[in-house]
Nanobody, 123 residues
Framework: QVQLVESGGGLVQAGGSLRLSCVAS????????MGWFRQAPGKEREFVAA????????NYAVSVKGRVTISRDNAKNTVYLQMNSLKPEDTAIYYC????????????????WGQGTQVTVSS
């Protein structure tokens, strides 16, 4: 069982930056690939970014590529999402998730989810 707790969300103006963090419980963090997803009001949850167990491979959604960086610190059981050049369309609840699967860009692959952190970007 893995418990995930996100933090770092908030209100920011367009063009600004935020760094989200997700801390995982347990001693097997490095056996999970980690992902970030987001869900805007009235829309389905969508993939944002994912990182492999070792941190050597990252994948990004086209909509955020070049503006977002995912990273992890296995010693701290933490995964990060650095978001720059934020746009109003980035407004959503951001969720951290963990998976043992090697299909890390697919929502259904993920077994454990955090409660989410709200990101609001004003124009």
């Amino acid at each position: 069982q893995v418990q995930l707790v996100e933090s770092g969300g908030g209100l920011v103006q367009a063009g600004g930056s935020l760094r989200l963090s997700c801390v995982a419980s347990g001693r097997t963090f490095d056996s999970y690939a980690m992902g970030w997803f987001r869900q805007a009001p009235g829309k389905e949850r969508e993939f944002v970014a994912a990182i492999s167990r070792s941190g050597g491979r990252m994948n990004y959604a086209v909509s955020v590529k070049g503006r977002v960086t995912i990273s992890r610190d296995n010693a701290k059981n933490t995964v990060y999402l650095q978001m720059n050049s934020l746009k109003p369309e980035d407004t959503a609840i951001y969720y951290c998730a963990a998976t043992r699967s090697y299909t890390i860009m697919t929502l259904d692959s993920y077994d454990y989810w955090g409660q989410g952190t709200q990101v609001t970007v004003s124009s």
